[in-house]
Structure formats: C-alpha cells, structure tokens
C-alpha cells in the first residue's frame, strides 16, 4: 500500500513568489494535514482537510492555504514568500480526523522548500 | 490550551531500555497520545499510539498514568539505528475541531 507522497521534494523559490506544493493521501484516507517543520519552532500545524473541508487552522498567516479536492488529494500553498517560509514542509494523512479516536496520522517525505 | 513538554536530549548505549517522558497539561478524555521517529531529511514515522494505560507493539511500549498529564515512551536494547528525534503528538479534541500539538522533539543518540 503506497504511502503519503509530496511533490516536489526539493524546490528554491525567491522572495516574493508563489508556491504550490501537493500531497496524495495513503488509499481510503480522507483527512489530510500540513504542518511547518523548522530547526527554531519545530513541528508546528498549518492546517487540517477532511472531505474537502478545512476542520482546523494553525496560527499561521492567511499566505498560507490549502485545498483538498474529492479525491482527498491536496495542495497547499504559500504565496507571497518570505526568506522566513524556508522549510520542511510536511503532509499527513488519516483515516477520520488525525488523533482522535485512535486515527493515526501517517506522514509523508516532505518537500524542502528554500526561499533566496 | 495543552502544551507538551520533552527532554531535549538523551544519550544511550546499545542494548539498554531508553524511555522518553512527554508531559502534556489539560489533555481532555477523549484525547490520544501519538510518538513518532524523525530521520534527518525524513518524514516523521509513526512509533506507537495510546488512550490510557499501557500498549506494547512490536517496537515500544507506551505508557500513560491515571492523570494523563504525561505518557513514557519506552524503547527496550535500542541499537545504533534507533539514534534519531523523537516526538509525542497529543490531538486535543472538542466538537467540531481538532487541534494537533507536537513536542519539540527529543534527540536520542545511542552510542555502541
């Protein structure tokens, strides 16, 4: 059974640009989340999808956002980029609602993303 | 608002039981705790998940008192590739949301 798996896994982007990055879910999961992952704050969560719908936010930005379509795929973007932005960032999929009930969140490889 | 609080750091020598402690304040029932293993340039892994008192898989065990404040990772004869960070998850549930809050990791490094 494939895992969770992001696209691009590397990628340099400049100040000021926009980026798209995309996560395909683990088969017959429907809930998708994101999270920042830097050597300073760690892992911290963006944002959480279930059925197309945005459950949860983090206290990130409104640069950041993100979209799940029907067939639980997702993609999050960033626009606007700020050197600060420059990080791991990391897709998740669950079951139901990741945590609770005993939903495991599975994650993916990642995508670097380097802001210049 | 629940925070969850790890050790920094830990050093361990091939074949010795490492437990690591994650203390997480105001964690309500219905609340589940979560670890993961993080290689450098990896996606975190998933380790063990638990409610309340004990769950043992092939890997760890996991523990979790009567006051849920805290939960003990426990990895028994690590060996050199167990050397990598560690993270408890905690997922606060309420009706309608769910917020995920990650540690800040603990770095076990396990020395032959």
């Known amino acids: 059974k494939a895992g969770v798996t992001q696209t691009p896994r590397y990628l340099i982007k400049t100040r000021g640009q926009q980026v798209t990055l995309s996560c395909s879910p683990i088969s017959g999961h429907r809930s998708v989340s994101w999270y920042q992952q830097t050597p300073g704050q760690g892992l911290q969560f963006l944002f959480e999808y279930f059925s197309e719908t945005q459950r949860n936010k983090g206290n990130f930005p409104g640069r950041f956002s993100g979209r799940q379509f029907s067939n639980s795929r997702s993609e999050m973007n960033v626009s606007t980029l700020e050197l600060g932005d420059s990080a791991l960032y990391l897709c998740?999929?669950?079951w139901g609602t990741g945590g609770v009930s005993g939903n495991t969140i599975y994650f993916g490889e990642g995508s670097w993303l380097t802001v210049v | 608002l629940a925070k969850t609080t790890q050790p920094i750091s830990m050093d361990s020598y091939e074949g010795q039981e490492v437990n690591i402690t994650c203390s997480h304040n105001n964690i309500a029932t219905n609340d589940y705790i979560t670890w993961y293993q993080q290689f450098p340039s990896q996606g975190p892994r998933f380790i063990i998940q638990?409610?309340?008192t004990k769950v043992t898989n092939e890997v760890a065990s996991l523990f979790i008192p009567a006051d849920r404040k805290s939960s003990t990772l426990s990895l028994p004869r690590v060996s050199l590739s167990d050397t990598a960070v560690y993270y408890c998850?905690?997922?606060?549930?309420?009706?309608?949301?769910?917020?995920?809050?990650f540690g800040a990791g603990t770095r076990l490094a396990v020395h032959p």
């Open positions: 998740a999929s669950s």
């Open positions: 638990g409610y309340k």
């Open positions: 998850l905690v997922a606060l549930f309420s009706v309608g949301y769910n917020k995920l809050i």
